[in-house]
């Protein structure tokens, strides 16, 4: 079946400690994004790819990064966790090949920085 | 810029009751318009899509959104409410231009059910 997938869906973690984000989909879609989302909150983009080694920032500034080395996997990295890193991360994908502009979103990872 | 108003933060409604939530974009030419459904602790599923033809669109779980090009609206309608649909609730937009196929989020409406 194909899907979106975000690993893990919880993370607490201390300051300082470097984390990665992972976020995979099987529907062969080229366009991947970053959400970022405070509890009850908007979302905000974060990061955009259109493809393989293609990234972009997004609305809201982040020092996360990103890479996209294989269609399908499109990690988000943390070099060094701080307390204003806790929030929820969305990953979603959609097919820029055809028209509907519809987003696929994983399930999240909600991230704890003490 | 193309943006996204839900007017409404929180909303509460009886169950069995009927349901609006109101959505309002800015954009000068016709858009596409989604309606996305977060449970709490979950991801985003998508409830239904405008994007041109018959202006009253059905989705999933008995949703259904009017377009209105006259009034920038893109209202969220159902006609009996029930407990599981307590969620928040997005308007998006498309992004045309720099950042196109992106899209735009509201706010988002909160809604709680009553008994």
């Known amino acids: 079946e194909a899907d979106i997938y975000q690993t893990p869906r919880y993370l607490v973690i201390g300051t300082g400690k470097k984390i990665t984000l992972e976020c995979s989909q099987t529907?062969?879609?080229?366009?991947m994004y970053w959400y970022q989302q405070d509890p009850g909150m908007e979302l905000h983009l974060i990061h955009y790819s259109y493809g393989v080694n293609s990234t972009e920032k997004g609305d809201l500034s982040s020092e996360s990064t990103v890479s996209r080395i294989r269609t399908e996997h499109f990690p988000l990295t943390l070099e060094s966790a701080r307390p204003s890193h806790t929030s929820q991360y969305l990953c979603a994908s959609s097919d820029s090949q055809g028209s509907s502009y519809e987003q696929y979103f994983g399930p999240g990872t909600r991230l704890t920085v003490t | 810029a193309q943006s996204v108003t839900q007017p409404d933060i929180h909303i509460t409604v009886s169950e069995g009751a009927s349901l609006e939530l109101r959505c309002n974009y800015s954009y000068g030419a016709t858009p596409y318009l989604f309606w996305y459904v977060q449970s709490p602790g979950q991801g985003l599923q998508l409830l239904l899509k405008?994007?041109?033809?018959?202006?009253l669109v059905q989705g999933i779980k008995g949703f259904e959104a009017e377009f209105k090009r006259s009034q920038s609206s893109f209202n969220l309608r159902k006609p009996s409410v029930h407990w599981s649909d307590a969620a928040e609730y997005f308007c998006a937009v498309v992004i045309y231009g720099g950042s196109q196929g992106n899209l735009i989020f509201g706010k988002g409406t909160k809604l709680s059910v009553k008994p």
């Open positions: 405008y994007f041109s033809g018959d202006t």
């Open positions: 529907m062969g879609h080229d366009k």
